[in-house]
């Protein structure tokens, strides 16, 4: 049984020197409940009363032996294993460190913006409508005919269009901004200062028009209100934006909804009107850049608004044009491919 024993040992020996994980399997196959060394101390009552003790104390000795082999064996692998993570995380310092994208702002956002600021400034409140709206608000309570050119479908998008007759109920894309105007008086009463920036929609394609862009309404109701008001905050509003030499002009012009009625043109940033050659005004010395006038009596009227107390003034920019314009952008579809060459440089 002694030379069992030795046995066992050597053959545990060996192969703890020779195991490279798992050393709880060969502890259970010769120290476990089943294991070699357990069977053989089994045995141990079929021996001479004499010869057990020794035995006995000889089996515990290859058992605390075998433990030892084991342990030794376990601290070893562990050394091991660190030495090849060290040697597998490597890390190389020299390396360049990975650069975070900061993202920004589009132009069409920022002029958005910049214009909310200076607007709230002013104490204006900034309210939103609809984007698919009712023939109603965008052209009928607006003063426009029902023949007006711009109901044709050449012009506006429809969602729904009756076929026989042009009607109020008709569902379109909203082509201004100024049906904000309608539903904020027909809930409101004077006075009322408000802007609604948004999106907007028309039939067109070309190097300045996209058929989805975006406006900027403002509407001014109250008692003595008067085109000089209007004058005077577009002209803070092109300040804040452009700076302060910044000037504009009103041209008289036609829009259904405001009467009088003007186009608003800002002296060219770019030549301040000294370049016959300027290529941003084109030797003009003045940019277009928005509409504008007085609110029409009858608009006032259909919203609940008595005229003869009230007056008020409105206007609408494009948001894009004013991009183009600050940024010295040439084609407005480039605002909307989301090419990020272009996008980087505001
Ligand atoms: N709605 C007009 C347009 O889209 C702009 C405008 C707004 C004009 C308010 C006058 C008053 O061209």
């Given at each position: 049984m002694k030379n069992e024993l030795s046995q066992i040992l050597g053959e545990a020996s060996a192969e703890i020197k020779n195991q490279d994980a798992d050393l709880e399997q060969i502890r259970i196959k010769y120290l476990g409940k089943k294991g070699k060394l357990t069977d053989i101390l089994k045995k141990l009552g079929t021996l001479p009363a004499e010869e057990r003790p020794v035995i006995g104390a000889f089996a515990n000795e290859i058992k605390t032996k075998i433990e030892e082999l084991i342990a030794k064996k376990q601290k070893e692998l562990a050394g091991l294993n660190i030495e090849k993570k060290l040697a597998e995380e490597k890390i190389d310092i020299t390396l360049p460190a990975k650069q975070k994208e900061t993202g920004k702002r589009h132009p069409i956002s920022q002029i958005m913006l910049s214009l909310e600021e200076i607007f709230i400034g002013m104490g204006f409140n900034i309210v939103k409508g609809p984007e698919i709206e009712y023939a109603y608000y965008n052209f009928d309570a607006l003063n426009s005919p029902k023949n007006h050119p711009a109901r044709d479908i050449q012009d506006t998008f429809y969602i729904r269009k009756d076929?026989?007759?042009?009607?109020?109920?008709?569902?379109?894309?909203?082509?201004?901004?100024?049906?904000?105007?309608?539903?904020?008086?027909?809930?409101?009463?004077?006075?009322?200062?408000?802007?609604?920036?948004?999106?907007?929609?028309?039939?067109?394609?070309?190097?300045?028009?996209?058929?989805?862009?975006?406006?900027?309404?403002?509407?001014?109701?109250?008692?003595?209100?008067?085109?000089?008001?209007?004058?005077?905050?577009?002209?803070?509003?092109?300040?804040?934006?452009?700076?302060?030499?910044?000037?504009?002009?009103?041209?008289?012009?036609?829009?259904?909804?405001?009467?009088?009625?003007?186009?608003?043109?800002?002296?060219?940033?770019?030549?301040?009107?000294?370049?016959?050659?300027?290529?941003?005004?084109?030797?003009?010395?003045?940019?277009?850049?928005?509409?504008?006038?007085?609110?029409?009596?009858?608009?006032?009227?259909?919203?609940?608004?008595?005229?003869?107390?009230?007056?008020?003034?409105?206007?609408?920019m494009g948001l894009e044009r004013l991009a183009m314009v600050k940024f010295g952008i040439d084609d407005i579809r480039n605002l909307f491919e989301n090419n990020m060459r272009f996008l980087r440089q505001f």
């Open positions: 076929e026989k007759e042009i009607r109020e109920d008709d569902i379109l894309l909203r082509c201004h901004t100024s049906s904000v105007q309608i539903r904020f008086m027909e809930k409101n009463k004077p006075p009322i200062k408000i802007v609604a920036p948004g999106r907007t929609f028309r039939v067109d394609l070309d190097s300045t028009h996209t058929p989805v862009f975006h406006q900027f309404e403002g509407l001014v109701v109250d008692k003595n209100i008067t085109l000089v008001d209007l004058k005077d905050t577009l002209e803070a509003v092109f300040r804040g934006l452009f700076g302060e030499d910044a000037e504009i002009r009103l041209r008289p012009h036609y829009f259904p909804f405001t009467e009088p009625s003007a186009e608003v043109d800002a002296k060219c940033f770019v030549c301040g009107g000294n370049n016959e050659n300027c290529p941003t005004c084109r030797g003009e010395g003045w940019l277009e850049m928005l509409g504008a006038g007085m609110v029409h009596p009858k608009v006032l009227a259909g919203c609940g608004i008595d005229p003869t107390v009230y007056t008020g003034f409105a206007f609408g």
